[in-house]
């Protein structure tokens, strides 16, 4: 996990805060795709809630995003090495 970091976790997503990201949601294809790449240890946490994009949807973490779109297919960008 993420120093200083909390998370909560629900049937059908879930809710990490920590004081500099604050309180988001992940859920869905967005959250699987996230929990399948080992979660905080890689992408970090979000940075803000699912948001629309042209053609698919989108969570912003501190070390990337990940994509998913309207196809079922999703794309992880990691901006950290």
């Not at 970090?44 to 699912?50: A, D, F, R």
């Not at 053609?55 to 912003?60: A, L, P």
């Not at 973490?61 to 998913?68: C, P, R």
Request: no cysteine; proline share 4%.
């Amino acid at each position: 996990g993420v120093a200083g970091a909390r998370v909560s976790r629900f049937a059908r997503g879930d809710i990490y805060w920590s004081q500099a990201t604050g309180a988001h949601e992940i859920y869905g294809a967005i959250r699987a795709k996230y929990m399948e790449l080992g979660g905080p240890a890689v992408l970090g946490l979000p940075v803000n809630g699912e948001y629309g994009i042209p053609g698919g949807r989108r969570t912003d973490f501190q070390a990337g995003f990940i994509t998913w779109f309207y196809s079922g297919a999703t794309r992880v960008i990691i901006t950290r090495s």
